[in-house]
């Protein structure tokens, strides 16, 4: 636990069959063909001022305040309502790496932009600062890199920032980093699965030491990511980190996505598609203009943006 960060004292399911098509109607859009970038500089824009401490009391503080939760025991119980309550109040957004904003990593930006000046982020930045609020708390986590994979045999970079939690002789998957896909409550390691609001979870181990976080689709599992139980430490999620917000072909350099997994209903942006999915069904609208996207984010994502930046956003959708 970094120096300065308070640590609290600890005091002494529901299983319904998965939308499909959410998840084939997300791979098609993601994997269609991407055009890079061409404006994005390899560079880093000056960061805002921050004006919190870091490892400051106000940051936890103001964390639960956003989630409208008090400190309690480290329990599974508490884990499972701050996980549920992250993915539903602060949204999964691209907005940073769509404008060339800068992101730093630690925990006082992370704080800012998330929490406070409501811009969202994406895994490195959600799992970051979830990370060092679950330790300050008083849970034992590991940090953990994972490879996007989307049920193919293939070995691309270490993109995407996890945590596992160690409790109770169990050690349970946390990602409020993973967009509309991503799960909404932790996942055991050693469980058989997991559901929640129509979808099912696991974390599956194939081969000897690779580990997989899999969803129900078509009746059968399907890799999202997989990842090893090696050692990470902070600079290797700048180099994921980097690539991922700089690099002019890199997914989320391309592409404006933002969502929130909320009880009963998942929202979902990409480019200039919205998409509210439900047990029963969904609705899908076309953003038309800048001042929409603007509504848009602010009214369902609870995103900030100013009318200059939205309209910047609109008019670089592909």
Not at 170 to 190: K, M, N, T
Not at 234 to 251: I, K
Request: charged share 25%; net charge positive; hydrophobic share 40%.
């Amino acid at each position: 636990m970094k120096e300065g960060l308070l640590r609290l004292r600890p005091a002494p399911m529901r299983t319904e069959p998965v939308k499909d098509r959410v998840i084939d109607r997300f791979l098609r859009r993601r994997y269609r063909r991407v055009r890079p970038n061409r404006e994005c500089q390899i560079s880093i824009p000056r960061a805002p001022e921050v004006a919190i401490a870091i490892g400051s009391k106000e940051i936890l503080d103001q964390y639960l305040e956003a989630l409208d939760l008090k400190p309690q025991r480290a329990d599974f119980a508490f884990l499972r309502e701050i996980v549920q309550r992250h993915v539903a109040r602060l949204a999964f957004c691209s907005v940073g790496p769509r404008l060339g904003d800068a992101l730093p990593l630690d925990v006082a930006s992370l704080h800012d932009r998330i929490v406070v000046r409501r811009r969202g982020g994406y895994c490195f930045e959600h799992n970051g600062l979830l990370y060092e609020m679950l330790e300050a708390l008083g849970f034992e986590v590991t940090l953990y890199l994972a490879r996007v994979i989307y049920n193919r045999d293939i070995q691309p970079g270490l993109t995407h920032r996890i945590t596992l939690v160690h409790l109770d002789a169990e050690r349970y998957l946390v990602d409020v980093g993973f967009g509309p896909l991503g799960p909404d409550l932790p996942v055991g390691l050693s469980q058989a699965s997991v559901a929640r609001g129509g979808r099912v979870f696991r974390v599956a181990e194939p081969r000897a030491g690779e580990f997989h976080l899999q969803t129900l689709k078509d009746g059968a599992f399907f890799s999202l990511y997989r990842f090893e139980l090696a050692s990470y430490g902070q600079a290797d999620c700048e180099l994921g980190h980097f690539y991922s917000h700089r690099h002019p072909a890199a997914v989320f350099v391309n592409n404006l996505v933002a969502s929130r997994i909320l009880d009963g209903e998942i929202r979902s942006l990409r480019n200039r598609e919205y998409w509210v999915i439900t047990p029963t069904g969904e609705q899908r609208r076309t953003i038309s203009d800048g001042a929409g996207l603007q509504r848009l984010l602010a009214t369902q994502f609870d995103i900030e943006i100013s009318a200059e930046e939205s309209l910047l956003l609109f008019q670089q959708e592909p």
